[in-house]
């Protein structure tokens, strides 16, 4: 039974030990991506697994691709949060003083004001170690942890088929990647389908190097994961059953809490529970971020739908109007005819007043969903 039914059932502990033992190690673009996010000690021991991990690594290079595309922005995020941390300074030693009713110049402000930005420096200090795109030391570890070990981009007629095919899996809801449907409609771009791109590649290269994967990644979504009664289960059933048809190697995942988990416990170690903390933290908050521009996504489709179901009343109510207009032409109507043509025409100045609030409505969550996609 269990071989007709092989992708349902979870591997046993000794069966993901055989597969970390022997398997290629990929990750997705936020793993490096919050390299530049987590602070000293965190960066530091994902950094070592890294460099241990060095000859079994590999990237497809759609990741490369998009931590290129975005290792400014985060780098640029990084910077503004510690700045903004100077300006909250600010405001608190001035509310202090305020409610206190105390002068700036007092002395007891000066030392909390003192002891404060002392301690925004040494975060600074300690955790943000890229201010300038040109001088990124994280990036220069990742070159050379990554030379030689990233996967080579699809031709411009290969990239269209990989598309092509994409579409037609979001259509039918396969993973991965069909949460992110939604970027291609706002964004005009391959955005969408950078989580099948990736797939694909992982597919393509297990086969070709007759290799087992392990994917560790910071998302979170359903496109990824199997999730039954609010806990995650593992990688979706149709991911691994996929995998298997066409590669003839196993796959599994994880996210990053738990990759360090096991390596810690691999290399007989304990996990600093302050570190795990901090990427459930990032990873929450990420996840949080996603689920929040899918709701707004799905508010924008709801609203369009209202919008082109008004635009149809609307014409069929003026069409009515015009009828009755031409009708006449000018002649004088029977009473209930320009009774009924006034109730038609103050039903459509409604009509076109809800869907303008509509539209208004609609630009608004627009708006909202370009800033949270950022």
């Keep these: 039974m269990k071989t007709a039914i092989w992708e349902y059932i979870i591997p046993s502990e000794r069966e993901k030990e055989n597969l970390w033992n022997n398997c290629t190690f990929v990750f997705d673009t936020n793993v490096l991506l ?17 460099k241990d991990l060095k000859g079994r690594m590999w990237l497809p290079y759609q990741v490369a691709y998009e931590y290129a595309r975005n290792r400014c922005d985060v780098i640029y995020e990084t910077v503004e949060k510690y700045n903004k941390l100077e300006t909250l300074e600010n405001d608190f030693i001035k509310k202090i003083a305020e409610e206190l009713r105390l002068k700036n110049s007092d002395a007891e402000i000066g030392k909390l004001q003192n002891m ?8 600074k200090q300690g955790n943000l170690i890229v201010t300038k795109v040109s001088d ?51 964004e005009g771009d391959n955005n969408a389908y950078g989580d099948f791109v990736v797939w694909k590649q992982i597919m393509e290269y297990a086969g070709s190097r007759k290799s087992d994967i392990i994917y560790v990644t910071h998302d979170q979504k359903k496109d990824w994961w199997q999730i ?10 149709e991911l691994r059953k996929e995998f298997a048809e066409k590669t003839k190697q196993r796959f599994y995942m994880y996210s990053m809490e738990s990759f360090l988990e096991y390596y810690s416990r691999h290399k007989g170690q304990t996990t600093d529970p302050d570190v795990l903390d901090e990427v459930s933290f990032i990873e929450k908050k990420q996840s949080k971020k996603r689920k929040d521009v899918e709701e707004l996504y799905w508010d924008m489709m709801y609203l369009e739908q209202q919008i082109e179901n008004m635009r149809e009343r609307i014409e069929s109510r003026q069409k009515a109007v015009s009828r009755l207009e031409k009708k006449y032409g000018g002649r004088e109507m029977p009473e209930h005819i320009t009774e009924q043509l006034n109730n038609m025409r103050l039903k459509l100045a409604r009509l076109r007043s809800h869907m303008e609030g509509k539209m208004q409505r609609l630009l608004s969550v627009r708006e909202k969903f370009f800033v949270e996609s950022e």
């Design 34 to 50: 919050n390299l530049y996010r987590y602070t000293g000690n965190t960066r530091r021991i994902l950094l070592e697994a890294f």
């Design 136 to 186: 990124d030391k994280i990036l220069n570890q990742i070159l050379s942890l990554f030379n030689k070990k990233v996967g080579e981009p699809y031709s411009e007629e290969e990239m269209q088929n990989v598309l092509k095919e994409g579409k037609e899996r979001y259509s039918r809801q396969l993973p991965p990647g069909f949460c992110d449907a939604g970027k291609e409609a706002e």
């Design 228 to 237: 039954a009664k609010g806990r995650t289960v593992g990688p979706r059933i």
């Design 116 to 123: 404060i930005a002392g301690w925004i420096g040494e975060q």
